[in-house]
């Protein structure tokens, strides 16, 4: 399973930090951030190997957000700073792509399991 938190309403330039706890099942698997606005589809953000050594983050995001995990307590985080209306979204925690490797999230897949979301609202 897959449970997100964290989510919240910011001041543009804030910072929220999301988290993601995952069953044991994924401890191996690369482990994925989406989001989603209404009426769009729903676009990567961030993804981060099974231990850690590699991520992978959309150019929209890049030198803003970083993302990181603890296979002891079995989470992965989502630091987001200088957050922008742009931002605003429910953002989804994903695993269980075809290979478990980040390399599918470079290629543009998206992994079977989804969390529930959470929103994230940054106001100008």
């Known amino acids: 399973h897959l449970v997100e938190s964290g989510g919240g309403l910011v001041q543009a330039g804030g910072s929220l930090r999301l988290s993601c706890q995952f069953g044991?099942?994924?401890?191996?698997?690369?482990i994925g951030w989406f989001r989603q606005t209404p009426g769009k589809e729903r676009e990567f953000v961030a993804a981060?190997?099974?231990?850690?050594?590699?991520?992978h983050y959309a150019d929209s995001v890049k030198g803003r957000f970083t993302i990181s995990r603890d296979n002891v307590k079995n989470t992965v985080n989502l630091e987001m700073n200088d957050l922008k209306s742009e931002d605003t979204a429910v953002y989804y925690c994903?695993?269980?792509?075809?290979?478990?490797?980040?390399?599918?999230?470079?290629?543009?897949?998206?992994?079977?399991?989804w969390g529930q979301g959470t929103q994230v609202t940054v106001s100008s």
């Open positions: 994903n695993a269980g792509t075809k290979s478990s490797r980040i390399q599918d999230y470079r290629l543009g897949s998206k992994g079977l399991y």
């Open positions: 044991r099942t994924f401890n191996t698997h690369a």
């Open positions: 981060i190997s099974w231990n850690g050594g590699g991520t």
